[in-house]
């Protein structure tokens, strides 16, 4: 491997600064995240741990080879937006931004969840009288998503430097 592609260990608070600002809409945020090989691989481990935890759990389940697709649905997904992205930036010369957008982009995937679990926690208590309801966990859920999504585009915006309407495509494409 070239050694010029590789860093220090990739910092936690830097990340979750980075996360956080960009989270905000905080484009300086992006700067946070180093754009090495050793930034990328940090930010896919915690998937790549889901999935070889599910991996293992296979054959406890009822039906192993249902569980056996959502494992290989689930490792799609993880390399869906790095692999999506590098055609992209590749295609469109924004190449030499890729690692740090790729690196930002997974970690900041994270984002959505925090927030859905958050809000989820916080309108229970604010709106307990409807927080058993079906609609509400829905509704929050969609919220959630509905900003995974726009946070999805800025930061592809803001790591690859391109345009909404490039970035709305890269985001879609691995959606």
């Given at each position: 491997m070239n050694s010029g592609l590789r860093s220090d260990t990739p910092n936690p608070k830097s990340i979750v600064e980075g996360m956080t600002l960009?989270?905000?809409?905080?484009?300086?945020?992006?700067?946070?995240?180093?754009?090495?090989?050793?930034?990328?691989?940090?930010?896919?481990?915690?998937?790549?741990?889901?999935?070889?935890?599910?991996?293992?759990?296979?054959?406890?389940?009822?039906?192993?080879?249902?569980?056996?697709?959502r494992v290989e649905l689930s490792f799609c997904t993880l390399l869906a937006l790095p692999v999506f992205s590098h055609f992209f930036a590749k295609k469109w010369g924004r190449e030499e931004f890729w690692l740090r957008y790729a690196t930002a982009a997974i970690w900041c995937e994270w984002v959505t969840v925090f927030v859905s679990v958050a809000a989820l926690a916080m309108g229970s208590v604010m709106f307990s009288s409807i927080a058993g309801n079906t609609e509400f966990g829905t509704a929050v859920v969609l919220t959630s998503d509905v900003y995974g999504l726009w946070l999805g585009t800025f930061v592809a915006k803001v790591g690859l430097r391109i345009s909404w309407p490039k970035a709305i495509l890269l985001y879609g494409s691995t959606f």
């Open positions: 960009l989270a905000c809409g905080r484009a300086e945020g992006i700067q946070r995240f180093g754009g090495k090989v050793d930034n990328l691989l940090a930010a896919l481990a915690p998937g790549l741990a889901m999935c070889i935890v599910g991996l293992l759990t296979v054959a406890l389940q009822k039906q192993p080879v249902l569980g056996m697709v």
